[in-house]
């Protein structure tokens, strides 16, 4: 048997924040509000389903280093140029990190800065 991610998490100074914006772009919603400020978000069916939720857990400064966790999209009913237009009307922002313009994937950061990447490839909605 392989294992399998249930959730990913995600430190952020304002979760509420967070929350919004992923569960517009993911068409998530809000599963739980920790006693210490920290929500889970996910598909509507609760964890567990096919999809990871996220933890939003509050960090109150930066953690020192650089995250090596970021989430990768790819759009379901539209296609990236489609998708990119409307990430950016949810307040995603382009990100720099050194890309050549060639790829075939759009770098964006989230409210927060959190980068994530706008695949190409349209999969299928679940």
């Given at each position: 048997m392989a294992c399998r991610i249930g959730e990913l998490v995600l430190g952020c100074h304002d979760?509420?924040?967070?929350?919004?914006?992923?569960?517009e772009v993911l068409d998530f919603a809000v599963?739980?509000?920790g006693y210490d400020g920290s929500?889970?978000?996910?598909?509507?069916?609760g964890f567990g389903g096919p999809q990871p939720t996220i933890m939003l857990s509050r960090r109150d400064g930066p953690e020192p280093g650089k995250s090596r966790l970021h989430i990768d999209v790819n759009p379901t009913d539209r296609d990236q140029d489609a998708e990119?237009?409307?990430?950016?009307?949810?307040?995603?922002?382009?990100?720099d990190i050194g890309q050549t313009g060639q790829e075939q994937w759009h770098v964006l950061a989230d409210p927060e800065g959190n980068e994530f990447c706008?695949?190409?490839?349209?999969?299928?909605?679940?």
């Open positions: 979760p509420e924040v967070l929350a919004r914006f992923w569960c599963l739980d509000r929500l889970e978000i996910g598909p509507r069916e990119l237009e409307r990430l950016l009307g949810l307040g995603a922002r382009p990100a706008l695949l190409k490839a349209r999969l299928n909605p679940l």
